[in-house]
């Protein structure tokens, strides 16, 4: 009898070993190694059938080129992330927090897709079809081309692919299927590796639109290996806050469309719901009375200006070393701009805590909004108000300068059309805008001093 082969594979980045190591050198995580039995069959009895690809190179001047074909989901936020819509023959990777909403927004995709007479099949592996079943009826979904099948195999599931001949494809999750060709468990590194693979020649080969559930870890990040996300066409990550009811879909790789788009959905009992005017979503906490440490700013996500409001707390310390709190803002971020608030402003915060908080969960990590936070620092700190009718626009350089910024005059619109009288802007942005004060200005120092002088 031939003496069985194993490695152990580290499930976190796919590093390959042939005997256990405690920490992985390729990407450090403890503890991540996993083993796997090595299959002996020959490479023509494990090659899954029916993705091997036998064309020929062409020359790049002979291949023709059709229109893009893109099916509408009938969910204008989960089309403007998607580019428009679904792009026939690709590969979408939509990943989240257990509970946020990944199963039903896809659930209510097909439901839409079959209206357009599109054949769906939904690949269940971690729910039965009666719940699934029951979930449909709280969506009010009822079609007679939505197939619904609860299944795990992999050669099973291709099987029925070819029986059924989908336009779309759900598989929910990557995470839960195996294939017969692996000898290890569902959900590690290498069955995710083949089983992706398969539904990626799948989409390619026949043409098929195939979207995949992924969970993610502790961290935030895919679980599996990395050359999952490079592999799919597209990758979504669905984010939302647990105390609040709107759901983020935001993507994060394209090739058929804009990255970093962002689509915004509010749950309820009949599922995930467009947000058609996310701004009002995110102000409509905000009091409309001047207080110490608030100020509006206009960040890009995607195509779209988003208004939220940045709260800044700065308070004397009864601790050595003074905190430097977030939510929303990266850490590191405020700490450069804390910086440059003691060195070119003359603030001095060595003895205070600083917590700064983006209102409505969202994560705010465009530049622009380095101004927007400063002020909110600097006016808490000096115990004055920026006007409640006033946007801030602005880079901030470390030397104090105010950097220009991009889209100017989409992010002012969507100012005006939230109603704000003043603008204060970079001043390399200054443009003749008749709808808005604006308020041009070259140093953080400038920034500052027109607000304290509009008291």
């Given at each position: 009898?031939?003496?069985?082969?194993?490695?152990?594979?580290?499930?976190?980045?796919?590093?390959?070993?042939?005997g256990?190591?405690?920490?992985?050198?390729e990407c450090?995580?403890?503890?991540?190694?996993?083993e796997?039995v090595?299959?002996?069959?020959?490479?023509?009895?494990?090659?899954?059938?029916?993705?091997?690809?036998?064309?020929?190179?062409?020359?790049?001047?002979?291949?023709?080129?059709?229109?893009?074909?893109?099916?509408?989901t009938n969910?204008?936020?989960?089309?403007?992330?998607?580019?428009?819509?679904?792009?026939?023959?690709?590969?979408?990777?939509?990943?989240g927090?257990?509970?946020?909403?990944k199963?039903?927004?896809?659930?209510?995709t097909?439901?839409?897709l079959?209206?357009?007479?599109?054949?769906?099949?939904?690949?269940?592996?971690?729910?039965?079809?009666?719940?699934?079943?029951?979930?449909?009826?709280?969506?009010?979904?009822?079609s007679?081309?939505?197939?619904?099948?609860?299944?795990?195999?992999m050669?099973?599931?291709?099987?029925?692919?070819?029986?059924?001949?989908p336009?779309?494809?759900?598989?929910?999750s990557?995470?839960?299927?195996?294939s017969?060709?692996?000898?290890?468990?569902?959900?590690s590194?290498?069955q995710?590796?083949?089983?992706?693979?398969?539904?990626?020649?799948?989409?390619?080969?026949k043409?098929?639109?195939?979207?995949v559930?992924?969970?993610?870890?502790?961290d935030?990040?895919?679980?599996?290996?990395?050359?999952?996300?490079?592999?799919v066409?597209?990758?979504?990550?669905?984010?939302?806050?647990?105390?609040?009811?709107?759901?983020?879909?935001r993507?994060?790789?394209?090739?058929?469309?804009?990255?970093s788009?962002?689509?915004?959905?509010?749950?309820?009992?009949k599922?995930?719901?467009?947000?058609?005017?996310p701004?009002?979503?995110?102000?409509?906490?905000r009091?409309?009375e001047?207080i110490?440490?608030?100020a509006?700013?206009?960040?890009?996500?995607?195509?779209r200006?988003?208004?939220?409001?940045?709260?800044a707390?700065v308070?004397?310390?009864?601790?050595?070393?003074?905190?430097?709190?977030?939510?929303?803002?990266?850490?590191?971020?405020?700490?450069?701009?804390?910086?440059?608030?003691?060195?070119?402003?003359?603030?001095?915060l060595s003895?205070?805590?600083?917590?700064?908080?983006?209102?409505?969960?969202?994560?705010?990590?465009?530049?622009?909004?380095?101004?927007?936070i400063?002020l909110?620092v600097a006016t808490?700190?000096?115990?004055?108000?920026?006007?409640?009718?006033?946007?801030?626009?602005?880079?901030?350089?470390?030397?104090?300068?105010?950097?220009?910024?991009?889209?100017?005059?989409?992010r002012?619109?969507?100012?005006?059309?939230?109603?704000f009288?003043?603008?204060?802007?970079?001043?390399?942005?200054?443009c003749?805008?008749?709808?808005i004060?604006?308020v041009p200005?070259k140093?953080?120092?400038?920034?500052i001093?027109?607000?304290?002088?509009?008291?």
């Amino acid at each position: 009898m031939a003496k069985v082969k194993s490695k152990w594979i580290c499930q976190n980045c796919g590093y390959e070993t042939a005997g256990y190591l405690g920490k992985c050198p390729e990407c450090g995580m403890w503890g991540s190694f996993v083993e796997e039995v090595q299959n002996n069959l020959k490479p023509q009895t494990v090659s899954p059938q029916g993705i091997i690809n036998d064309t020929k190179p062409e020359l790049l001047s002979e291949i023709k080129v059709g229109e893009e074909v893109r099916i509408s989901t009938n969910i204008p936020e989960f089309d403007r992330i998607l580019g428009g819509g679904l792009v026939q023959g690709s590969l979408i990777l939509i990943a989240g927090d257990p509970g946020i909403g990944k199963s039903t927004i896809l659930l209510q995709t097909g439901g839409e897709l079959c209206k357009k007479h599109k054949k769906v099949l939904y690949v269940s592996a971690e729910e039965s079809a009666s719940q699934i079943k029951l979930r449909a009826q709280r969506l009010e979904i009822n079609s007679d081309s939505l197939y619904i099948y609860p299944q795990i195999n992999m050669e099973n599931i291709r099987n029925e692919i070819d029986t059924i001949n989908p336009d779309i494809i759900i598989i929910d999750s990557i995470q839960a299927i195996y294939s017969q060709t692996i000898s290890s468990s569902a959900g590690s590194v290498s069955q995710i590796r083949e089983c992706c693979n398969i539904l990626m020649q799948i989409a390619k080969n026949k043409n098929i639109t195939v979207i995949v559930i992924g969970h993610v870890t502790k961290d935030g990040s895919i679980a599996g290996p990395k050359v999952l996300e490079h592999m799919v066409d597209t990758v979504i990550y669905f984010e939302g806050d647990k105390y609040k009811s709107y759901r983020i879909l935001r993507s994060v790789k394209n090739r058929f469309g804009n990255t970093s788009e962002v689509g915004i959905f509010e749950m309820s009992s009949k599922g995930l719901i467009c947000v058609t005017n996310p701004n009002e979503l995110f102000l409509n906490e905000r009091s409309q009375e001047s207080i110490p440490g608030s100020a509006i700013v206009v960040a890009n996500e995607g195509t779209r200006p988003l208004l939220v409001e940045i709260q800044a707390l700065v308070g004397t310390t009864p601790y050595p070393t003074p905190r430097r709190v977030t939510n929303g803002v990266d850490t590191s971020r405020l700490l450069q701009i804390l910086a440059v608030l003691e060195k070119r402003v003359g603030l001095n915060l060595s003895k205070q805590d600083v917590y700064v908080n983006v209102m409505g969960g969202i994560e705010v990590d465009e530049p622009s909004a380095d101004l927007g936070i400063a002020l909110a620092v600097a006016t808490c700190a000096r115990d004055v108000v920026v006007d409640s009718q006033t946007v801030i626009i602005g880079e901030i350089g470390l030397s104090g300068e105010i950097h220009p910024v991009q889209n100017i005059e989409k992010r002012l619109n969507e100012a005006v059309l939230s109603g704000f009288k003043k603008a204060i802007i970079p001043y390399a942005n200054k443009c003749n805008y008749d709808k808005i004060e604006i308020v041009p200005v070259k140093r953080l120092i400038d920034a500052i001093t027109a607000c304290v002088s509009a008291q």
